[in-house]
């Protein structure tokens, strides 16, 4: 079975802070995503990657930016947090683009600023 | 760009009975995919059922299945014989077809089901 482990279930910052959300994946998946779950809102796309070294801005980028060193491990960087940054946030894998298999999530990180 | 509308945000229904989860969606392409994903308490997002754009037969998985409507835009979700464990947001996603650029997934905003006993 895929495994997606996100490094914190739950996480409370102070605003201004800067804040890594790590993300790692064992089935070897070139495709990996960041999510933002609010009430609502369902999931939006922050940031996606389809390879080491490359980023793609989803839907809901402003205020975040991303890092993958490695193709296991995709973090999700808040600059400055703010408090509305304040959310659920969810990692996604899925195997090589074009093959329409779907993606694997994590539990979700529930991140508070105060 | 592409949006998906679920109507319903929330459904509770009796155990043992049937329920049926609504979702639309706007696209202009021809070929994608269409997702319904399971979110229990325990919050992982679970795959409960994928369907291909291209294939006319509704796809089935045990007690769920789908009422695919392609001219209508149409992808609602049917559970069968409810249980207490089916209780969670269920959301409906949408996904291009085809190669780089098209791996996002676009969400509705999700329904939550009650299983009442």
């Known amino acids: 079975d895929v495994k997606v482990t996100q490094s914190s279930r739950y996480l409370v910052k102070r605003t201004g802070e800067k804040v890594f959300l790590e993300c790692v994946q064992d089935m070897d998946h070139e495709n990996m995503f960041w999510y933002r779950q609010d009430p609502g809102l369902g999931l939006r796309l922050i940031y996606f990657?389809?390879?080491?070294?490359?980023?793609e801005k989803g839907d809901i980028p402003e205020g975040y930016s991303v890092s993958r060193e490695k193709k296991e491990r995709f973090s999700l960087i808040l600059e400055s947090a703010s408090t509305n940054q304040t959310s659920m946030y969810l990692c996604?894998?899925?195997?090589?683009?074009?093959?329409?298999?779907?993606?694997?999530f994590g539990d979700g990180t529930r991140l508070s600023i105060l | 760009a592409q949006t998906v509308t679920q109507s319903q945000p929330e459904m509770s229904v009796q155990e043992a009975e049937t329920v049926t989860l609504s979702c639309t969606y706007d696209?202009?392409?021809?070929?994608?995919?269409l997702f319904w994903y399971k979110q229990p308490p325990s919050r992982q997002m679970i795959l409960v059922i994928r369907q291909e754009a291209y294939k006319q037969q509704n796809a089935t998985e045990n007690r769920f299945s789908v009422n695919f409507q392609k001219a209508a835009k149409s992808f609602s979700l049917k559970i069968s014989d409810s249980q207490l464990g089916d209780a969670a947001m269920y959301f409906c996603a949408y996904r291009s077809a085809g190669d780089f650029g098209n791996e996002k997934l676009t969400f509705g905003t999700g329904t939550r089901l009650t299983i009442i006993p």
């Open positions: 996604a894998s899925s195997p090589r683009r074009g093959v329409g298999k779907p993606q694997h």
């Open positions: 990657s389809y390879d080491v070294k490359m980023k």
């Open positions: 696209t202009s392409e021809s070929d994608y995919y």
